[in-house]
């Protein structure tokens, strides 16, 4: 009986603490230089990526002209709208893997004409090439957004590569401008962000950096400007910590021939991925943690390009980032189908917040996938369409597109799991082009919320209005039966007083503030 008083008196006082940790409110301070803003942040950093792979294209953009599934010309209708109103500023096609693969000439002329292909890295399925050149660039000018094209290194030609450039962008009498005009287009397209080739050290060819540093060189030499047009070329980067591949790469090829470097992060255990929803704190500790390493990844990239172009002439650009867990159980593992939680929603904030924070390299970025690949902003299901906690975040996110960062210094408590920590929260700031300030605060601790105290230097505060994001559970999702479990709310919490703004940041939530 004793016993039996003594564990219940134990796990009554254990859930007495854990209560009072769950109002605990814990303190943090952000330092923002309103006045000393000196870099822009491109759009291009909230830019996206879909390839040729499960339903991100067939499915997810295109349904075909003869669907019951409301279309401009083969293109979905509501996909279109949902990422106008996020302006999303590029996207990147026809891979990934997809793209070294890919032999674009399969992809024009009558559709009932063009040679199928198995899509051999993503679940053996029938290509048919119905989605190729001139559906991809429709797309873009329905969306308004610019095209970031991938050429085939690891298995097509330079003359292969040549002749795309030519038919996308040459207005002149030429072969390949005359075959653009047969297939029903007149004018040339403008293309300026062009990929030579993709993941080059593994699923484009399996080379060593010094390898592909030639071949760019030489298929860099054939992608011609023509007219107006400029291609900003952007060399095949490294795997997330392979800091030998950018170095050979910065130091074999000049920097007149790239624009930019890629670099690609997955936030994922490769051996262990998890499931997408269900699942435990640890579990959402350790995402977060990945997620948290890739400020450090960035910056090791960085230093290696700052010896070689201290003058930031090529630009990092991230286009390949997200989070990658198990497939859906029931989906096919080729086609990398998975839910989206409000962990995800967290991921996609710390990821732009610390993009913008070095948009003085990052000039573009990439999130894998837009629509029903990995961490996906859009799920459909046949005439369905549903928005993500990621979506939401790149919504809440679009004030900082081309906006002047604004230098801040953060001090807050930590998130703490089992004698594990992380900082709990993640912030930027930026000024827009009418003087609207901007602070993006993720707080990733499922209990705790912060008494946030914000010195805004240099410029007087006189009005704060917010938004958030947040939900019930860290593993809150969206469904076709349930759209709106998570989405944004406006927040009316932030005050401005003598010492300064003052915000309660909940607990597991995203907050936006607008500061007038
Ligand atoms: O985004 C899925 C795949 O991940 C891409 O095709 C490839 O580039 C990367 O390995």
């Known amino acids: 009986m004793k016993r039996i008083s003594l564990i219940l008196f134990i796990t009554i006082g254990f859930c007495a603490c854990r209560l009072v940790a769950q109002e605990d409110i814990h303190k943090a301070s952000i330092i923002i230089q309103a006045d000393l803003g000196k870099y ?201 910590a392979d800091y030998n591949w ?66 930031k002439k090529v630009a990092l650009v991230v286009d390949e980032w997200g989070t990658w867990f198990n497939v859906e159980p029931g989906t096919n593992p080729g086609f990398l189908f998975q839910q989206n939680t409000l962990r995800d929603a967290f991921v996609a904030g710390i990821h732009l917040n610390e993009f913008n924070k070095r948009c003085d390299r990052i000039k573009m970025a990439n999130i894998a996938q837009t629509i029903n690949v990995l961490q996906a902003l859009i799920f459909t299901q046949d005439e369905k369409m549903l928005l993500t906690p990621t979506y939401h975040v790149f919504n809440l996110f679009k004030v900082h597109h081309d906006a002047l960062l604004l230098p801040t210094s953060l001090t807050c408590d930590e998130y703490e799991l089992e004698g594990k920590k992380l900082p709990a929260l993640n912030v930027s700031a930026s000024k827009d082009k009418n003087g609207l300030i901007h602070v993006t605060v993720v707080n990733i601790d499922p209990l705790n919320g912060f008494a946030l105290k914000i010195d805004l230097r240099g410029v007087d505060a006189k009005d704060i209005t917010g938004k958030i994001l947040t939900a019930p559970e860290i593993t809150a999702f969206n469904t076709f039966e349930s759209p709106d479990a998570v989405k944004p709310a406006e927040f009316n919490k932030a005050g401005i007083g003598k010492d300064g703004i003052s915000v309660p940041i909940p607990a597991k939530s995203i907050v936006v503030l607008e500061i007038k």
């Open 40 to 240: 822009t942040i491109s759009r291009h950093i909230y830019g996206h990526f879909s390839e040729h792979l499960g339903h991100c294209i067939y499915g997810g953009y295109w349904v075909g002209e003869n669907s019951p599934i409301p279309n401009t010309r083969g293109i979905r209708k509501d996909v279109v709208n949902a990422l106008k109103e996020i302006q999303i500023p590029n996207l990147r096609w026809p891979g990934g893997c997809f793209a070294d693969e890919y032999h674009w000439k399969d992809g024009i002329g009558p559709r009932n004409l063009r040679p199928k292909m198995v899509n051999t890295h993503w679940g053996g399925v029938t290509e048919d090439n119905s989605f190729g050149t001139h559906e991809f660039m429709d797309l873009c000018e329905q969306l308004g957004t610019e095209p970031y094209i991938c050429g085939n290194v690891g298995s097509g030609s330079v003359e292969e590569m040549s002749k795309w450039v030519e038919y996308l962008t040459f207005d002149g009498i030429s072969p390949m401008a005359d075959l653009r005009r047969q297939n029903g287009r007149d004018k040339a397209w403008k293309v300026q962000y062009w990929a030579v080739g993709n993941e080059n050290w593994g699923c484009g060819g399996n080379m060593t950096p010094e390898f592909y540093s030639d071949q760019y060189k030489r298929y860099a030499t054939f992608c011609r400007d023509y007219g107006e047009n400029h291609l900003m070329k952007v060399a095949g980067g490294s795997n997330s």
């Open 246 to 311: 950018t170095e050979i790469l910065m130091q074999k090829i000049p920097s007149w021939q790239m624009w930019g470097i890629s670099l690609h992060y997955y936030t994922t255990d490769w051996w262990n991925k998890g499931p997408a929803t269900n699942f435990t704190e640890k579990q959402y500790f350790e995402t977060l943690q990945r997620c948290l390493e890739i400020p450090k990844v960035i910056d090791r990239h960085m230093t290696i390009m700052d010896r070689y172009d201290p003058e």
